[in-house]
């Protein structure tokens, strides 16, 4: 039975003139869209043009009003009155489009307006003043029914006013806000704008009557193409049949790719639940014990970071490859995911036998694997877990034996080691932890300290404040960093967390202009998991953005391993580069950077690791590893920062061996808030007070 015949010409009409119509209206708001923002450009570039002649003309006599700032309404209206500036505007924007003026300072206050009650209003909080405080002028168009103007109030006009910067030596000391009456301007485009519709609604008619024309040829063709394929059918039917049966085969293929690993060939973790499961109650019936060894590469990341993926899957075939041939026929080997491999032991003396298997499959992975012409050394680390002594099911087993794989990493690597009840123990605190620290902004729990560095070019000068992270949880009491950090990282909960920490940081460091407590930037720490994100950069910039910092005034503390784990390391430094934000390697010399790879960096310092300050005066190798990265520094134009200088010799040695700038408990310890505010008061006092 034939379906009914299908009509083009019958839908034509009505579609047609749903499209035509939703055309129509597109590009009627296009054409409005457009128009209106050439109108916006031109009249801007007007406004910025009359901008710089008033600030030519008269920035002289507003300059001291607007960087003294601090004043009463009254007293900036009384200055205006005796400086004329009303007059004085209003002649010299006579004759122009120009009908308002104001000037902020750059809290946002009003410091003159050609309306003298606006005199004196906050505009700080207004997006096109923040916009211009930041260097972008901004424009805006509206309609008015009722405008103060220069000679007096207008009825019922269109203006476009615009937030300029004004600039002096390239920094920004002042706003500028001008209207422009662009009425006459909208009315010719308003004008305009409908020739331009009517044409296009003439156009639209023919296109619809030519978009006929070719429908009915193309019913025509439909219906001789129709015959055509009822004539295809017949050989399709046969096709389908030939294809089924290798539907078939491919369903088979299908099946073992859901259960293997496509990489390695061995089961996957799907097959392997399975076949412990069937396992455990095989053990159950015939009373007796199987053992699950849980194999995890030693340090694969780093041969997938430096040598790449292609070469990791290699190594990895290889390691399936080693595993297998030390296995007994009847043992189960998969690929669970990364380079995780776990190995299922079925048999009577599962206690005696694992060990032994254990031990195998270590020695057949420390034999030196030749890929590609080069070397390379692997370890495994392995955790052995029983059934039923250690888990009474498969997730069981995995859980005991991956949290014995993990004590073995602790140990040393290279190694295996069996389940003990207290590695549970290990793990649920961790959990206890993790789950505490998620909630810790909710309760408020998170704060930040401060800790000072001091540079010496004329005596001990505070230049700059890292602010560092600390918990003190109600349930935990106060955390050390030591023991939350490396688990924010594990868990990807670092991302959130140096995210507010870099917020704070900002704020706070405005909040410290604002109140007098001049300091030069402050440095904030950033993780590997920041690095790698995709939307970094434009964090970094929104809480320079929200804050009102100047980029130059932050500086971001970069771990020199960190930035050879991350992807495109050196495209996410070149953006903040571009973005203004000052670069920092952190523990510098215990990384593995190539100097080729460093001198590609926007980087402005080098923090020498504590490790290395510690052994001045007892290890003369730790000496002149400091005094190599001084002299790298000072060859590549950058900054030396010591941390963790604790004693005056270490100090006096840094000093002289031209290192730039110190921190440490010597000098200053991490500080709450007002304790770190009452030090560098202290600190500025002693500068200028010797």
């Given at each position: 039975?034939?379906?009914?015949?299908?009509?083009?010409?019958?839908?034509?009409?009505?579609?047609?003139?749903?499209?035509?119509?939703?055309?129509?209206?597109?590009?009627?708001?296009?054409?409005?869209?457009?128009?209106?923002?050439?109108?916006?450009?031109?009249?801007?570039?007007?406004?910025?043009?009359?901008?710089?002649?008033?600030?030519?003309?008269?920035?002289?006599?507003?300059?001291?009003?607007?960087?003294?700032?601090?004043?009463?309404?009254?007293?900036?209206?009384?200055?205006?009155?005796?400086?004329?500036?009303?007059?004085?505007?209003?002649?010299?924007?006579?004759?122009?489009?120009?009908?308002?003026?104001?000037?902020?300072?750059?809290?946002?206050?009003?410091?003159?307006?050609?309306?003298?009650?606006?005199?004196?209003?906050?505009?700080?909080?207004?997006?096109?003043?923040?916009?211009?405080?930041?260097?972008?002028?901004?424009?805006?168009?509206?309609?008015?029914?009722?405008?103060?103007?220069?000679?007096?109030?207008?009825?019922?006009?269109?203006?476009?006013?615009?937030?300029?910067?004004?600039?002096?030596?390239?920094?920004?000391?002042?706003?500028?806000?001008?209207?422009?009456?662009?009425?006459?301007?909208?009315?010719?485009?308003?004008?305009?704008?409908?020739?331009?519709?009517?044409?296009?609604?003439?156009?639209?008619?023919?296109?619809?009557?030519?978009?006929?024309?070719?429908?009915?040829?193309?019913?025509?063709?439909?219906?001789?193409?129709?015959?055509?394929?009822?004539?295809?059918?017949?050989?399709?039917?046969?096709?389908?049949?030939?294809?089924?049966?290798?539907?078939?085969?491919?369903?088979?293929?299908?099946?073992?790719?859901?259960?293997?690993?496509?990489?390695?060939?061995?089961?996957?973790?799907?097959?392997?639940?399975?076949?412990?499961?069937?396992?455990?109650?095989?053990?159950?019936?015939?009373?007796?014990?199987?053992?699950?060894?849980?194999?995890?590469?030693?340090?694969?990341?780093?041969?997938?970071?430096?040598?790449?993926?292609?070469?990791?899957?290699?190594?990895?075939?290889?390691?399936?490859?080693?595993?297998?041939?030390?296995?007994?026929?009847?043992?189960?080997?998969?690929?669970?995911?990364?380079?995780?491999?776990?190995?299922?032991?079925?048999?009577?003396?599962?206690?005696?036998?694992?060990?032994?298997?254990?031990?195998?499959?270590?020695?057949?992975?420390?034999?030196?694997?030749?890929?590609?012409?080069?070397?390379?050394?692997?370890?495994?680390?392995?955790?052995?877990?029983?059934?039923?002594?250690?888990?009474?099911?498969?997730?069981?087993?995995?859980?005991?034996?991956?949290?014995?794989?993990?004590?073995?990493?602790?140990?040393?690597?290279?190694?295996?080691?069996?389940?003990?009840?207290?590695?549970?123990?290990?793990?649920?605190?961790?959990?206890?932890?993790?789950?505490?620290?998620?909630?810790?902004?909710?309760?408020?729990?998170?704060?930040?300290?401060?800790?000072?560095?001091?540079?010496?070019?004329?005596?001990?000068?505070?230049?700059?404040?890292?602010?560092?992270?600390?918990?003190?949880?109600?349930?935990?009491?106060?955390?050390?960093?030591?023991?939350?950090?490396?688990?924010?990282?594990?868990?990807?909960?670092?991302?959130?967390?140096?995210?507010?920490?870099?917020?704070?940081?900002?704020?706070?460091?405005?909040?410290?202009?604002?109140?007098?407590?001049?300091?030069?930037?402050?440095?904030?720490?950033?993780?590997?998991?920041?690095?790698?994100?995709?939307?970094?950069?434009?964090?970094?910039?929104?809480?320079?953005?929200?804050?009102?910092?100047?980029?130059?005034?932050?500086?971001?503390?970069?771990?020199?391993?960190?930035?050879?784990?991350?992807?495109?390391?050196?495209?996410?430094?070149?953006?903040?580069?571009?973005?203004?934000?000052?670069?920092?390697?952190?523990?510098?010399?215990?990384?593995?950077?190539?100097?080729?790879?460093?001198?590609?960096?926007?980087?402005?310092?080098?923090?020498?690791?504590?490790?290395?300050?510690?052994?001045?005066?007892?290890?003369?190798?730790?000496?002149?590893?400091?005094?190599?990265?001084?002299?790298?520094?000072?060859?590549?134009?950058?900054?030396?920062?010591?941390?963790?200088?604790?004693?005056?010799?270490?100090?006096?040695?840094?000093?002289?061996?031209?290192?730039?700038?110190?921190q440490g408990f010597l000098l200053s310890r991490p500080l709450p808030l007002p304790a770190f505010e009452a030090h560098w008061q202290a600190a500025s006092r002693d500068l200028h007070h010797p």
């Amino acid at each position: 039975m034939h379906a009914p015949r299908f009509r083009l010409t019958r839908y034509f009409s009505l579609v047609s003139l749903l499209v035509v119509a939703a055309v129509g209206g597109l590009l009627t708001w296009q054409v409005q869209e457009r128009a209106e923002a050439e109108l916006l450009h031109m009249a801007e570039r007007r406004n910025e043009a009359m901008a710089a002649v008033f600030v030519n003309a008269l920035w002289a006599e507003f300059a001291p009003a607007v960087r003294a700032g601090g004043r009463s309404a009254e007293s900036l209206r009384a200055l205006a009155l005796t400086g004329d500036w009303q007059g004085r505007s209003t002649r010299l924007m006579a004759g122009s489009e120009i009908i308002k003026v104001k000037v902020f300072d750059l809290h946002g206050i009003t410091v003159f307006s050609s309306d003298p009650q606006q005199i004196g209003e906050d505009k700080r909080g207004n997006e096109g003043f923040r916009a211009a405080r930041a260097g972008r002028a901004t424009s805006t168009l509206t309609h008015r029914d009722r405008f103060d103007a220069f000679e007096g109030t207008r009825s019922d006009i269109d203006v476009i006013g615009s937030y300029v910067p004004v600039f002096e030596q390239g920094a920004v000391v002042g706003v500028l806000e001008t209207y422009q009456d662009v009425t006459g301007f909208v009315k010719r485009l308003r004008a305009t704008t409908r020739s331009l519709l009517l044409g296009l609604a003439a156009a639209m008619g023919f296109l619809y009557a030519l978009q006929l024309l070719f429908v009915r040829r193309a019913q025509s063709i439909l219906d001789e193409q129709g015959s055509q394929l009822r004539a295809s059918y017949g050989e399709l039917e046969r096709r389908v049949a030939e294809r089924t049966a290798e539907l078939e085969q491919a369903r088979g293929r299908l099946d073992h790719l859901a259960h293997h690993d496509p990489l390695t060939g061995l089961a996957n973790r799907l097959l392997c639940s399975d076949h412990l499961r069937r396992a455990c109650a095989k053990a159950e019936r015939q009373q007796h014990q199987l053992a699950l060894l849980y194999i995890d590469l030693d340090r694969f990341k780093e041969i997938n970071d430096t040598l790449g993926h292609a070469v990791g899957d290699e190594l990895l075939k290889e390691v399936a490859r080693r595993l297998n041939r030390s296995l007994r026929r009847g043992d189960l080997l998969a690929r669970i995911g990364g380079d995780e491999f776990v190995c299922v032991l079925d048999c009577d003396d599962a206690v005696i036998e694992a060990p032994q298997l254990a031990q195998r499959l270590i020695e057949a992975l420390v034999e030196p694997i030749d890929l590609g012409g080069q070397t390379h050394q692997m370890s495994a680390s392995i955790g052995i877990s029983y059934y039923p002594a250690d888990g009474s099911n498969g997730d069981a087993l995995f859980h005991a034996a991956d949290a014995a794989m993990y004590a073995a990493k602790a140990e040393g690597r290279n190694r295996y080691q069996f389940y003990r009840p207290e590695l549970t123990a290990v793990a649920m605190d961790r959990a206890r932890l993790l789950r505490s620290l998620r909630s810790a902004r909710v309760h408020d729990e998170l704060s930040l300290h401060y800790q000072m560095k001091l540079r010496w070019a004329d005596g001990r000068t505070p230049a700059g404040v890292e602010a560092l992270l600390r918990w003190h949880s109600a349930e935990l009491g106060t955390v050390s960093p030591a023991r939350f950090i490396g688990v924010a990282e594990e868990s990807g909960l670092i991302v959130e967390l140096g995210a507010w920490v870099l917020e704070q940081a900002c704020v706070q460091l405005v909040r410290w202009d604002r109140e007098g407590l001049q300091l030069p930037h402050v440095s904030v720490n950033v993780s590997v998991r920041q690095l790698e994100r995709s939307d970094f950069v434009e964090r970094v910039r929104g809480a320079l953005q929200g804050s009102g910092l100047a980029p130059q005034r932050l500086e971001l503390e970069i771990t020199e391993s960190v930035i050879m784990k991350a992807d495109n390391a050196l495209e996410a430094l070149a953006a903040l580069d571009r973005l203004g934000v000052r670069l920092a390697v952190d523990d510098f010399g215990t990384g593995y950077s190539s100097l080729a790879y460093l001198k590609r960096m926007p980087i402005e310092a080098l923090k020498v690791d504590r490790s290395f300050v510690a052994g001045i005066g007892a290890q003369l190798g730790d000496e002149a590893i400091i005094r190599a990265v001084i002299a790298l520094a000072r060859s590549l134009g950058l900054e030396t920062v010591a941390e963790g200088v604790e004693t005056e010799a270490q100090l006096a040695f840094l000093r002289a061996e031209g290192c730039d700038q110190a921190q440490g408990f010597l000098l200053s310890r991490p500080l709450p808030l007002p304790a770190f505010e009452a030090h560098w008061q202290a600190a500025s006092r002693d500068l200028h007070h010797p």
